[in-house]
């Protein structure tokens, strides 16, 4: 007994051998793309990851290179001797006056309560501020070289609305900023 098929028969196994070979060669291609850009990806993050890698490597002599720099621990946080509200009053003073000298218009300031750590305790502040773009530029340059050491946790920036187009951009600033105090 012989099978003999008609054209149209013919013609719908063609057609359906031809689809299914498209849709074969599509999902190759989809696999290959997806392989060509996670290999892209690739290439991107593993040179950070060695960086990471090394960093944490070395870690014990980064460690030790701390103790060896030009400045000493004890210029970098409030000493024992301020107790720990009076600290965030002199850190609130001191941001306030170097913000002044910087070209920023403080306009609200909140010391926030310390935090009690293992030997240190954090003192925070909330200072809001007017500022055009060049001294915010300034602002955030110079305050990281406050003695003791202020530190950014927080900042927010708005662009203050001006009626008339002639004047120059003033900005609203929130920082809420971080120091060490050390405990007796």
Do not use: C
Not at 50 to 69: M, N, T, Y
Not at 101 to 120: E, F, L, Q, Y
């Amino acid at each position: 007994m012989r099978w003999a098929l008609s054209w149209r028969a013919k013609a719908l196994l063609f057609g359906s051998g031809t689809l299914l070979i498209l849709l074969l060669l599509m999902l190759i291609l989809a696999a290959w793309s997806l392989r060509q850009e996670n290999n892209a990806q690739r290439a991107e993050i593993e040179p950070r990851i060695a960086r990471l890698i090394g960093i944490e490597r070395q870690h014990d002599k980064l460690k030790l290179s701390v103790f060896d720099a030009d400045v000493e621990p004890l210029e970098l946080v409030y000493p024992s001797t301020i107790d720990a509200t009076m600290t965030g009053t002199v850190m609130q003073k001191n941001v306030r006056d170097a913000l002044a000298k910087w070209g920023a218009n403080v306009t609200g300031s909140k010391i926030r309560p310390v935090k009690s750590g293992d030997d240190v305790d954090q003192v925070s502040l909330e200072i809001t501020a007017e500022v055009g773009i060049e001294a915010l530029e300034t602002v955030l340059l110079e305050l990281p070289k406050l003695r003791p050491v202020v530190v950014i946790e927080e900042l927010n920036i708005k662009a203050k609305t001006r009626r008339r187009a002639n004047f120059p951009q003033v900005l609203l600033v929130r920082f809420r900023l971080t120091s060490l105090r050390l405990q007796s």
